[in-house]
């Protein structure tokens, strides 16, 4: 699907639980069982996050994936690479400050995906917001392990400042779990994006199902 089929409350609505891929803490199991259980416990939308390997690899899991996250009604988002989110046909690609700057990502997208990207400073997320990013990532909120160059906690304030200054959705994400979630929500996020807290799982669904109640509480409480 292309970026026209995600509006803006749509868009939000599939920001509440984004659970990115990580080949490393899935203690052996594919991407594609853990974003089957990911989808089945309510996740609303899955990234892949591909740091090492063949592309062609990449391709093979993604096409998988995105098939998945149709089933489900979920978006789907390639990590990194604006090339491989279009081979894909993913609902989005998101960008970091190392990556393709939005702007080249938008001229070579178009329409067709929603761009998602991480600033590091307040500054970088209303540049973003005026650049045409549909949604940011902002963190880590609290300490993670996951990310070795993801520096230190930026905290709920940081979350709260910037969800506050753009009017596109913020997700939070860094160090949460069902049990840290809610003050994320109530600092302003739309949703909640985790790695560990799924994919690390012993029950990757019922990690997913916790961490969608926990968020959808908090959602209808603010
Ligand atoms: N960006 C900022 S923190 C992070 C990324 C990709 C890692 C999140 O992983 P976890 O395991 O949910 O802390
Ligand atoms: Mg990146």
Redesign the pocket.
């Known amino acids: 699907m292309a970026r026209a089929d995600w509006p803006p409350e749509r868009l939000r609505r599939a920001l509440r639980l984004y659970v990115?891929t990580d080949r490393g803490l899935s203690r052996g199991r594919s991407e594609v069982e853990i974003v089957q259980a990911a989808l089945a416990g309510g996740a609303t939308a899955i990234q892949l996050r591909w740091k090492a390997g063949p592309l062609a690899e990449a391709v093979r899991a993604g096409r998988a994936l995105r098939e998945l996250c149709r089933e489900a009604g979920a978006l789907f988002v390639v990590n990194d690479r604006v090339d491989l989110a279009l081979a894909l046909e993913a609902d989005g690609v998101h960008l970091g400050v190392e990556d393709l700057p939005l702007a080249e990502a938008r001229r070579l997208a178009g329409n067709r995906l929603v761009i998602g990207f991480?600033p590091s400073t307040l500054e970088e997320a209303l540049a973003a917001a005026r650049a045409g990013a549909d949604y940011l990532?902002v963190?880590?909120v609290y300490g993670?392990a996951?990310?070795a160059d993801?520096g230190p906690a930026v905290g709920l304030e940081h979350v709260r400042q910037i969800a506050q200054a753009v009017s596109i959705p913020v997700v939070g994400?860094?160090?949460?779990t069902a049990d840290n979630a809610r003050p994320v929500i109530q600092a302003g996020a739309t949703g909640v994006a985790?790695?560990?807290?799924v994919v690390a799982a012993d029950d990757p669904r019922a990690a997913a199902a916790a961490l969608r109640a926990a968020v959808d509480a908090a959602l209808a409480g603010r």
């Open positions: 990115l991480s990532g963190g880590p993670t996951t990310k993801a994400i860094g160090g949460i985790v790695i560990s807290a």
